[in-house]
Each structure stands twice: as structure tokens, then as C-alpha cells.
């Protein structure tokens, strides 16, 4: 366990956050020296100011196809200066990316460098990027997308809580939409077009076009948050315009395509503008593909039992859903991502190191 927990100390100190490009460089510089070894080959790439790593055991550089990946992030979002030294407390590892995600791409790096030193070469990958806490277009997306990385399946410790097997990932879709009204004088509203009424109405028909009554308790239907609104100059002035921005999250059988036309659709209605600022297609993960089934027979292995769960964030696991690649989700035992007080267990980590060993031995 020590020299797990020393690497994510090590890791934890590196300010990656995504306004520090020197952090990031400065942590994948680090990562890249320590899985230096002859049995590993390491790929570097470095998109928009994000440097990634691809590290396998593959002898040629062209062949970018694995049985599987495994995809990590070190960037962290930003923290208050005293959660970059990592703090010990009992078992726990107190700082900023302890469990979302340092603490377990430490694990998935010393498993790549123990294989390698045990001579190992399975068909296997280690994805590790710098942009995924600011939505992964120079990291996972571009790797896979624009550089040709593939795999049968993918194991992104990134989500879930205490070994849940996530199999369940929710879609996104955040959207702007902009109305235009007519100004007037608030004396003579008859004369303008009220931006902010539209607004408001396109808010009312839009919910009820994407949502639905349901009272399951995980929560497992769509959703919509009205992240920000703005709208109007002055209290005497009939607003010309109004501006929102739109969180919908949502479950098979809808589908992202879907969720586009239908906000297109009810926009064009109120004469709005639509902008699509990110998106995340759902997916719901085959129990019964044999990479799958070893997943979880190494879950059963270590831990003497296998507990499922649904996420209902979006995670880099859109991206390799969207390729049609399956996609688990595990995390160890922590609390508080994003949080003041973000912590991860150690022994946990030691548990989370056990089961992608046994598994790699599985695949
Ligand atoms: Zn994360």
C-alpha cells in the first residue's frame, strides 16, 4: 500500500487544474517518467495545451486497437491552495482529485508498470488526459476520435461510490437558446415584442415536451435545469432580449438526436436561436459480454460481492459509448469530489488495485 499512497501524494501536489497548462504538462511529464520501462510503450500527444498519454505493451505504434482501455484524468478541478498537499488522516487521503480521479489513475499506473516488471504483455491501454473536469475535446475525444484509438471495452474508474459497478450513464445535453424581442417603451408595451415573455414561454412548452411524470426513486427519467437566465436592460424598457442556458439530462430510449430536434423544433417556435454546447449520448452496458462477466468476477474475487448503479452524470464513458464500446464505471471508497473536504480510503485503493489485476488476468 506504501507505494501507492506515496504516488498519489506525488500526484495530488500538481495543480493541474485546467488554467495551469503548466501543471499539466508538469503532472503528465511525471507520469510519463514513471511508467518509463522497456516493456511499455508510451504514445504522447498534445491537443489545445492538453497533453495525454497512451501507454500498452504494444510493439508497434500503428496498431492502436486494444482488447481494453483503461481511461483516466489528471486534471482536478480548482481547490483551495491546502488541499494540493495531500493530508493523511486514520486511512483516508484527504485532496483535491484524491478519489475524482488521482487516487485511482495511481492505481491503474503502478498496475501498468507491475505487469511490465512481471514481464506481462496483455492487450491492454491506459489512457491517461488533462481535460475531462472541462469536457474532454483535446483528451478522450480526441484520442479516440482523431488519432484512431479503439478497444472492445473500456474500465473508467470515474464514477459510481464504494464499488458499485456502474453500467448505467445518463445522456446530456446543454444547450443556449436566444430570444429576440422588440424594445418599446415599458409605458407602451403594445408597441414591443417582450424577449423575455418568449422566454419564459419556450421554458414552459420545452418542459413539457422533454420531460415526463415518473416517481422512480433513483431518479431515473429525464431531467432539465435552467442553469442560467438572463434578460432585460431596464424596468421601463419592453426587453429586446433574453438569453438561457439549459441542462437536460436524460435515458434511453431517448436519444440525443432526438433531444436536438425537439429543442430545435419547440426554439424555432418562439423564433429563437439554439446553440449546443456539449452533449453525452446515454448507454446502458451489456452484462452478458464476456469482458463484462470477467469485470465482475474480478469485483466478486476481491470483494466477496457485486453491487450495480446507475450514474447520472456524464462521464468519459460517452465517448467510448458512442463508439459502440462498452463502457464500466467503478470507484473506490471516498467522498466529497469537488468538495472541500474530498478524501479517498487507501485500503480501498489497494481493493481497486486487486481487482483490475485480477481482471487484466481475466481478458
Ligand atoms: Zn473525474
Not at 409605458?187 to 412548452?205: Q, R, V
Not at 463502457?327 to 481497486?352: K, T
Request: contains cysteine; glycine residues 8%; aromatic residues 10%.
Amino acid at each position: 500500500m506504501e507505494p501507492l499512497k506515496s504516488l498519489l501524494r506525488t500526484l495530488i501536489q500538481f495543480e493541474s487544474v485546467a488554467e495551469r497548462p503548466d501543471q499539466l504538462l508538469a503532472i503528465v511529464n511525471y507520469a510519463e517518467k514513471y511508467l518509463e520501462h522497456p516493456g511499455l510503450r508510451i504514445e504522447r500527444f498534445m491537443k489545445g495545451e492538453k497533453p495525454s498519454l497512451v501507454v500498452s505493451f504494444k510493439r508497434s505504434r500503428r496498431d492502436r486497437h486494444f482488447k481494453v482501455i483503461f481511461a483516466g484524468h489528471l486534471d482536478v478541478v480548482p481547490a483551495r491552495r491546502e488541499q494540493f498537499i495531500a493530508r493523511e488522516e486514520g486511512d483516508r487521503i484527504y485532496g483535491r482529485g484524491a478519489l475524482d480521479m488521482k487516487g485511482p489513475c495511481a492505481v491503474m499506473m503502478k498496475l501498468f508498470k507491475d505487469l511490465a516488471e512481471a514481464g506481462e504483455e496483455p492487450d491492454i491501454a491506459l489512457m491517461l488526459t488533462t481535460d475531462e473536469e472541462i469536457g474532454s475535446q483535446n483528451g478522450v475525444r480526441y484520442l479516440l476520435e482523431d488519432e484512431g484509438y479503439s478497444s472492445d471495452f473500456a474500465v473508467i474508474p470515474d464514477s459510481g461510490e464504494d464499488f458499485h459497478i456502474i453500467t448505467d450513464e445518463k445522456g446530456a445535453l446543454h444547450f443556449r437558446v436566444r430570444f429576440k424581442g422588440k424594445p418599446a417603451h415599458g409605458s407602451m408595451p403594445w408597441l414591443g415584442e417582450s424577449a423575455i415573455e418568449k422566454a419564459l414561454l419556450f421554458y414552459e412548452d420545452i418542459k413539457g415536451t422533454l420531460l415526463y411524470d415518473s416517481d422512480d426513486p433513483e431518479h431515473w427519467h429525464n431531467t432539465l435545469t435552467l442553469g442560467t437566465f438572463h434578460g432585460g436592460k431596464k424596468v421601463n424598457q419592453v426587453p429586446p432580449e433574453a438569453q438561457m442556458e439549459l441542462d437536460f439530462r436524460f435515458v434511453p430510449p431517448f436519444t440525443l438526436d432526438e433531444a436536438k430536434r425537439v429543442v430545435s423544433y419547440v426554439a424555432k417556435k418562439y423564433g429563437a436561436e439554439v446553440e449546443f454546447m456539449s452533449e453525452g449520448e446515454p448507454f446502458s452496458t451489456d452484462l452478458d459480454h464476456p469482458i463484462s462477466k470477467a469485470f465482475i468476477e474480478s469485483v466478486k474475487e476481491v470483494l466477496g460481492e457485486v453491487k450495480f448503479g446507475k450514474t447520472h452524470g456524464a462521464t468519459d464513458g460517452r465517448f467510448f459509448a458512442a463508439r459502440g464500446i462498452p463502457v464500466v464505471m467503478i470507484y473506490p471508497e471516498g467522498e466529497d469530489i469537488h468538495g472541500d473536504n474530498e478524501w479517498v480510503s487507501v485500503p480501498s485503493l489497494a481493493r481497486l488495485y486487486d481487482i483490475f489485476r485480477a481482471f487484466v488476468k481475466r481478458v
